[in-house]
């Protein structure tokens, strides 16, 4: 008898080996992320790179000036999108510790799983959303201050209806407040 029950799996067996698997296939997506982003990066880096090179190339002329000045502006966006990523990876670290915490997640840690809540831009606190658009802005304004011989300044407020908006407006001008209809 036995021997019998030592050839069946017991429950407690079946649950670590459903953790283990489900541990395993996490830190497979990890990885597998991981390496993606790390990809796209050095392909976006080597871009630039090779832009730049072309533009050392070229002849000197408005020709040169125009090509380095959206070379930049490409950077800047880069920079500030890459931002944003550290910014909501790092927001996806906090509530992952969080949910860790928790003890009304420990049957769900103890079976394998992750905190199913992920962390987006629109979770961000107004100042990092402020942050990232000001980055924006800063290159929409440096590359149209090339273009125009002037640099475009905006007030404080107008970068955060910016942000509040969730993204640059392309003609570089303050967002317009939504007008209010009263109903009689």
Same mark, same amino acid.
């Given at each position: 008898?036995?021997?019998?029950?030592?050839?069946?799996?017991?429950?407690?067996?079946?649950?670590?080996?459903? $953790? %283990?698997? #489900?541990?395993? !296939?996490?830190? +497979?997506?990890?990885?597998?992320? /991981?390496?993606? @982003?790390?990809?796209?990066?050095?392909?976006?880096?080597?871009?630039?790179?090779?832009?730049?090179?072309?533009?050392?190339?070229?002849?000197?002329?408005?020709? $040169? %000036?125009? #090509?380095?000045? !959206?070379?930049? +502006?490409?950077?800047?966006?880069? /920079?500030?999108? @890459?931002?944003?990523?550290?910014?909501?990876?790092?927001?996806?670290?906090?509530?992952?510790?969080?949910?860790?915490?928790?003890?009304?997640?420990?049957?769900?840690? %103890?079976?394998?799983?992750?905190?199913?809540?992920?962390?987006?831009?629109?979770?961000?606190?107004?100042?990092?959303?402020?942050?990232?658009?000001?980055?924006?802005?800063?290159?929409?304004?440096?590359?149209?201050?090339?273009?125009?011989?002037?640099?475009?300044?905006?007030?404080?407020?107008?970068?955060?209806?910016?942000?509040?908006?969730?993204?640059?407006?392309?003609?570089?001008?303050?967002?317009?407040?939504?007008?209010?209809?009263?109903?009689?």
């Amino acid at each position: 008898m036995g021997a019998a029950r030592a050839g069946k799996p017991k429950k407690d067996d079946r649950a670590r080996l459903a $953790k %283990e698997a #489900a541990e395993q !296939a996490y830190k +497979y997506i990890d990885e597998e992320n /991981e390496y993606a @982003e790390k990809a796209t990066a050095q392909r976006l880096k080597n871009l630039l790179e090779a832009r730049q090179q072309e533009i050392n190339l070229m002849q000197d002329g408005k020709d $040169k %000036e125009l #090509a380095q000045i !959206a070379l930049n +502006y490409d950077r800047q966006k880069q /920079e500030a999108d @890459e931002y944003r990523r550290e910014e909501v990876a790092r927001l996806q670290e906090h509530l992952d510790k969080l949910w860790e915490l928790d003890s009304r997640n420990k049957k769900a840690r %103890e079976a394998g799983e992750r905190n199913p809540v992920r962390a987006r831009f629109v979770d961000l606190t107004d100042d990092q959303k402020t942050e990232v658009a000001r980055r924006h802005v800063q290159a929409d304004t440096t590359r149209g201050s090339h273009r125009q011989g002037r640099q475009k300044v905006r007030s404080p407020r107008a970068l955060a209806r910016v942000a509040y908006s969730g993204g640059t407006d392309k003609s570089n001008k303050p967002l317009p407040r939504r007008k209010q209809q009263a109903k009689r």
